[in-house]
């Protein structure tokens, strides 16, 4: 007697568990639709989303040795939100990328270079010119760089000239504000390489006019079609080394719990809130150009978030299109974190994609190619 109930009970305890995990995840697929101002603990969600994922699909296979009817909880989840699957995880088989660009292409680099590692140059001067490498290696017509610093004078660190000469660039855009100017010699912020002509280009500035609620863009000619390209960096968590170091190993300390706890969520709150406005500006930008568009940058927040579908309303992900797996591209915290994108207009072919897995700053660089669809 006893046994059968503790069945029924154990069934209807998974098939409520089962209930919650999905309705998680359609919320945090749908997270868009919430005003972040009010709902903002639903990113907390989106954050998690391909580990409820993989619990939704845990959950299904287990009915299949149970009860098959209870499958249905996670398949019709998953049906509803196919497409924020796809967001997360893109069902391609392979993806291959050809370093030489075809003809007619262009190649579009975005990376978050963390200060081109300024601060160990005189101990690791190596970490700097493995990056230029890199660059060089991939020979991309257009590249983006966030936490950019650089300076106008030859005895920098960091010269523009310098990266320019070296990196076959014909010219750049340099967006910052001075008051976060990294030293005397070196400005902080956000630039744009390009081997084709640029024939405008602008910063956007809103208050409270710091680092991340600035974001630029460049327009330029290529094979015959002005294009607008641009390069943004919103707010970041700013999490400390103890937030890194407590996420990677929760202390069992009752008191270190609940301190780094509350920071982490407090940070992540802040930043759920600022990208909301920031990605609202950005969207209101792109939706003034007259020109098909190319958005490059850090977002510091993951697929089927408020600012990726804000900002990618209408665009389509150069990863989702051709890239394969997760695509983590910021090093730290989790491997499922792909927090840096290339979105463009459906007005251009995306060719192919890669994601270049080497830890030469803390986020992985993204490149794409992609072709100007003939007018018809």
Not at 258 to 283: A, C, D, M, P
Request: hydrophobic share 40%.
């Amino acid at each position: 007697m006893a046994k059968p109930f503790f069945r029924r009970i154990t069934k209807r305890f998974l098939i409520i568990c089962n209930i919650v995990v999905a309705i998680c995840f359609v919320l945090g697929c749908y997270v868009k639709f919430f005003n972040p101002d009010r709902w903002w603990f639903i990113g907390l969600l989106t954050l998690n989303l391909p580990y409820i994922l993989i619990t939704l699909l845990i959950f299904f296979f287990c009915w299949i040795f149970a009860k098959k009817i209870w499958m249905l909880i996670s398949l019709l989840a998953i049906a509803f939100c196919w497409k924020a699957v796809q967001n997360i995880f893109p069902l391609h088989l392979s993806a291959s990328f050809k370093t030489q660009k075809d003809t007619g292409n262009i190649r579009i680099m975005s990376w978050n270079v963390e200060h081109f590692d300024i601060l160990e140059y005189k101990t690791h001067p190596e970490t700097k010119q493995k990056m230029i490498a890199l660059i060089k290696q991939y020979q991309p017509d257009i590249a983006c760089f966030q936490e950019m610093v650089g300076g106008d004078d030859s005895k920098a660190i960091n010269y523009l000239g310098d990266f320019k000469r070296r990196l076959e660039f014909t010219g750049y855009y340099y967006s910052y504000e001075n008051r976060f100017d990294f030293d005397q010699a070196h400005h902080f912020g956000i630039i744009t390489f390009s081997k084709i002509p640029i024939i405008n280009k602008q910063t956007i500035s809103t208050p409270p006019h710091d680092y991340n609620s600035i974001f630029q863009y460049v327009d330029v000619i290529a094979n015959n079609d002005t294009v607008r390209i641009f390069n943004i960096h919103l707010q970041s968590l700013k999490f400390t080394q103890n937030n890194l170091k407590y996420l990677d190993n929760p202390d069992t300390n009752t008191d270190t719990t609940l301190s780094e706890s509350r920071s982490i969520i407090g940070k992540l709150k802040r930043g759920f809130l600022k990208r909301s406005t920031q990605s609202n500006r950005v969207k209101e930008e792109i939706d003034r150009s007259p020109y098909p568009v190319i958005v490059c940058g850090d977002f510091n927040d993951v697929p089927n978030s408020y600012a990726y579908c804000k900002i990618g309303d209408g665009l389509q992900n150069a990863f989702v299109e051709k890239g394969i797996g997760f695509g983590r591209t910021f090093s730290d915290i989790s491997p499922t974190l792909r927090i840096d994108n290339i979105f463009t207009d459906k007005k251009f072919t995306i060719e192919q994609f890669t994601r270049i897995p080497k830890r030469l700053s803390d986020h992985f660089p993204i490149i794409a190619d992609v072709s100007i669809k003939m007018n018809k």
